[in-house]
Antibody, heavy 126, light 110 residues
Framework: EVQLVDSGGGLVKPGGSLRLSCAASGFTFSSYSMNWVRQAPGKGLEWVSSISSSGSYMYPADSVRGRFTISRDNAKNSLYLQMNSLRAEDTAVYYC???????????????????WGQGTLVTVSS | QSALTQPASVSGSPGQSITISCTGASSDVGGYNYVSWYQQHPGKAPKLMIYDVSERPSGVSNRFSGSKSGNTASLTLSGLQAEDEADYYCCSYAGSGTYVFGTGTKVTVL
């Protein structure tokens, strides 16, 4: 059974840092793209960042570029999101999500997100 | 990366059919056949319902179907059931490894 378990959320002050983790099991982690999607309280879904199966390609949304860094450890079946310079507008539930990997000549990406973690809440407030 | 446009709410009676639209641009919905749809019940994680515009994952009811015309994708729910009451989001690949979600639609079963 595919399982994704998100952790690492909490309360942090503006300008602070936090590292989210996603523990994967039930599938060959190194064969899939992994992604972070967030949802602010009462709002819709927003794609945050993606990383290819090998970790060679990483893509951030404009809203987090330069502040958030996605990474993965295929030996530990784990996905991470390092979040720096946090702002109030980063307050959200953060979900990790799996997706199949497709590669063109210049990039690797996933066409959809087929399994999701349960989410971890990040609150940025003084 | 502007959000795709969905109606805020759609409602129908049990047994009826409803359709949710998802309008983007030639740089996302119109440019790729990588539109997916997600169902989200309150307090739960999203669930994949349709991928690659019209494909259904194993285990998803055939009452759910997807289509696309130009820059607009659509999700149709046939034979509406009480358990279908949830929020629905479309999502499209937008090139260069990026994605854009829709604004979300609340489906109410009357």
């Amino acid at each position: 059974e595919v399982q994704l378990v998100d952790s690492g959320g909490g309360l942090v002050k503006p300008g602070g840092s936090l590292r989210l983790s996603c523990a994967a099991s039930g599938f060959t982690f190194s064969s899939y793209s992994m992604n972070w999607v967030r949802q602010a309280p009462g709002k819709g879904l927003e794609w945050v960042s993606s990383i290819s199966s090998s970790g060679s390609y990483m893509y951030p949304a404009d809203s987090v570029r330069g502040r958030f860094t996605i990474s993965r450890d295929n030996a530990k079946n784990s996905l991470y999101l390092q979040m720096n310079s946090l702002r109030a507008e980063d307050t959200a539930v953060y979900y990790c999500a799996r997706g199949p990997t497709l590669c063109s000549t210049t990039t690797c990406y996933t066409p959809y997100f087929d399994y999701w973690g349960q989410g971890t809440l990040v609150t940025v407030s003084s | 990366q502007s959000a795709l446009t969905q109606p805020a709410s759609v409602s129908g009676s049990p047994g009826q059919s409803i359709t949710i639209s998802c309008t983007g641009a030639s740089s996302d919905v119109g440019g790729y056949n990588y539109v997916s749809w997600y169902q989200q019940h309150p307090g739960k994680a999203p669930k994949l319902m349709i991928y690659d515009v019209s494909e259904r994952p194993s285990g998803v009811s055939n009452r759910f179907s997807g289509s696309k015309s130009g820059n607009t994708a659509s999700l149709t729910l046939s034979g509406l059931q009480a358990e279908d009451e949830a929020d629905y989001y479309c999502c499209s690949y937008a090139g260069s490894g990026t994605y854009v979600f829709g604004t979300g639609t609340k489906v109410t079963v009357l």
